[in-house]
């Protein structure tokens, strides 16, 4: 990239951090996760399983405020990675990170398509899947301020019209709780219902590589924690009203629970009404999951670590627009393939075993960088020392293991394979990237005029400020 180059705009606020955070975790899966946690917890106690499942994503969520606090960049945890280990292992950990994105907005159309076909039976799901995927990617090549615009309008309605609803369903049984505690005498179906939970609130953190578009990327660390308290206050209205009303028997046989809620709380206005509710958390999944991604990866590419075609801006929306029509068609390739094979719970097993080896990472690179940079300068700092971290690393790590065994080996087998095919692409392409830039900037270099002597200091310590520029993330 030249220092001409169009670079990121510093353009979204407060309230564009809160809903990228939680319309990123509210995706349609989670209602499905939501009700087998309900499952595991006798109906009306699952309340307090996602309360502690909710927790434990705080402390996720701690250590990438800490995270972004010292590295606030496009590159998200690939830079925290680097930092904290070395360039191979940050390169393949965060490559197997995009996948998880393309990962969920997969499995997360499977859900969406399932109630278009509960209200229009004859109507192609796939056709409305394809139609809200492009509709996302339509928004992002817009610009961010759009993108950000249209998760702000979609986030805020689906949680003001599931609350509705939810205590419109508890109404009528005047508010009564069948069972409000009777998960907590059995601790190994609680065990197994925050392991469930605590995944209903992953993919909040892919709030961070929007950190160059930020007004003031302090705010990031406040938006994460007040995502999780909107996450965790919906889902548990949800997970109540929905068990309350139409009973665990009901939801554990249908891939839309929130339809049959719906249809049981105001009949088919309900169904109407969850069918909108659905539809906003596909955009809000695929428009947020493009907008994140495609910085990540434009990131990426300004490292030289993807083809330079990805750290294309449009001059006029500083967009990476290439990403983004990738992001959109590889999502729209295995939506296709979901929606033929009905084969989307191993998608969302590999995301939760991908995400959780993520957040024990996220750990042990606060514990890394606190040894490496002790003096380093950060607006947030976990307290309690190395407390939090290493719980982090700990209660994932062991939660992501769980995910990749149970109930197949299958998510195992792929999450590795993800590895492999990562680690070969780093191993073998990125040297190639690397000489490739190496080749164009010595190029360039000898392109240029012959400066004059007179001028030879101004123009080397301007020569030094445009590769400086083209070396550090973009600025907005």
């Not at 606020?13 to 006798?42: K, N």
């Not at 010292?70 to 925290?80: G, K, T, V």
């Not at 070395?86 to 969920?104: D, R």
Request: charged share 10%; net charge positive.
């Amino acid at each position: 990239m030249s220092a001409t180059a169009p670079t990121l705009r510093r353009v979204l606020h407060f309230r564009t951090i809160v809903s990228t955070s939680t319309g990123l975790a509210y995706a349609a899966i989670s209602l499905l996760a939501c009700v087998q946690v309900a499952t595991y917890m006798a109906g009306d106690s699952a309340w307090i399983a996602l309360l502690i499942a909710g927790a434990l994503a705080l402390l996720a969520a701690l250590c990438f405020s800490e995270l972004n606090a010292l590295y606030p960049s496009a590159a998200a945890i690939r830079q925290y990675l680097r930092a904290a280990f070395n360039e191979k292992t940050s390169l393949t950990i965060s490559f197997a990170y995009v996948l998880t994105i393309v990962a969920v907005i997969a499995a997360d159309s499977y859900v969406v398509g399932s109630a278009v076909s509960f209200v229009f039976p004859q109507t192609p799901a796939i056709l409305w899947i394809l139609l809200i995927l492009a509709f996302a990617a339509g928004a992002n090549l817009f610009g961010i301020r759009i993108a950000g615009l249209l998760q702000d309008i979609t986030t805020y309605t689906l949680l003001v019209s599931l609350a509705i609803i939810s205590i419109l369903a508890l109404s009528h049984h005047g508010f009564t709780l069948h069972r409000p505690l009777a998960g907590l005498g059995n601790p190994g179906n609680l065990l197994n219902a925050v392991a469930v939970g605590v995944f209903v609130f992953s993919a909040f953190e892919w709030v961070t590589p929007l950190s160059e578009e930020m007004t003031d990327t302090r705010l990031i660390p406040r938006g994460m924690f007040v995502a999780l308290g909107l996450l965790f206050v919906s889902y548990a209205l949800f997970t109540l009203a929905a068990t309350n009303l139409v009973g665990i028997g009901a939801l554990n046989d249908s891939p839309v629970p929130q339809m049959l809620l719906g249809r049981a709380a105001l009949g088919q206005l309900g169904v109407i009404w969850m069918l909108i509710a659905t539809l906003f958390t596909g955009v809000m999944t695929f428009n947020g999951g493009f907008a994140t991604a495609s910085r990540f990866l434009y990131a990426a590419a300004r490292e030289a670590t993807l083809p330079p075609v990805f750290a294309r801006l449009n001059m006029a929306r500083a967009v990476p627009w290439v990403t983004v029509l990738l992001l959109a068609g590889a999502s729209a390739v295995v939506a296709v393939i979901i929606d033929m094979t009905r084969e989307f719970t191993v998608l969302i097993l590999v995301g939760a075993v991908l995400e959780a080896l993520i957040y024990a990472a996220a750990g042990l690179c606060v514990i890394q960088l606190r040894r490496r940079q002790p003096t380093s300068e950060r607006s947030f700092r976990i307290q309690l020392g190395w407390t939090i971290p290493i719980l982090t690393a700990v209660i994932f790590g062991l939660l992501g293991i769980a995910a990749a065994i149970s109930p197949t080996p299958l998510p195992l087998l792929i999450t590795g394979a993800v590895f492999i095919v990562s680690f070969a692409y780093v191993q073998f392409i990125v040297p190639r990237l690397k000489a490739a830039e190496e080749a164009r900037r010595l190029a360039r270099g000898r392109r240029r005029p012959p400066r004059r002597p007179a001028l030879s200091t101004d123009t080397e310590s301007g020569t030094k400020g445009a590769t400086d520029a083209e070396a550090s993330p973009a600025q907005g």
